[in-house]
């Protein structure tokens, strides 16, 4: 039998590994470095006038891709959405991504 402490101490090691694996910085990260390994051009958006934009801008080949990153089943803001809204009626693609998997998929070279 697991002594209480020891346990909780096991716990909590386990659920930090978990949730850096799941955290938006960490996603936002992977899916990045992936993208630059297939040549695309990568990013941040950061803009003080205007909140909520998508995270990153990846661009090649004349493609464009903007993508919002999120933790594990977490879901844009309603800003955030507002904006995407705006950014998709003007043409534009967004992505939501929330894990490594989905990230990368958007990147894999496609099979012709």
């Not at 697991?2 to 938006?24: A, C, G, H, L, Y």
């Not at 297939?38 to 958006?45: G, I, M, V």
């Not at 934009?53 to 990153?69: A, C, H, M, Q, S």
Request: proline share 4%.
């Amino acid at each position: 039998m697991w002594n209480p402490i020891i346990r909780s101490e096991v716990q909590n090691m386990f659920d930090k590994k978990i949730s850096k694996t799941t955290r938006e910085s960490h996603i936002e990260k992977k899916v990045t470095e992936y993208a630059k390994t297939q040549n695309w051009l990568a990013f941040k958006w950061v803009s003080p006038s205007q909140r909520w934009v998508p995270d990153r801008l990846y661009f090649k080949e004349g493609e464009v891709k903007l993508i919002e990153f999120k933790a594990l089943g977490k879901t844009p803001t309603r800003g955030q959405s507002m904006v995407h809204k705006m950014l998709r009626k003007a043409g534009f693609e967004v992505d939501v991504v929330d894990n490594i998997e989905q990230g990368v998929l958007l990147f894999a070279p496609s099979v012709e």
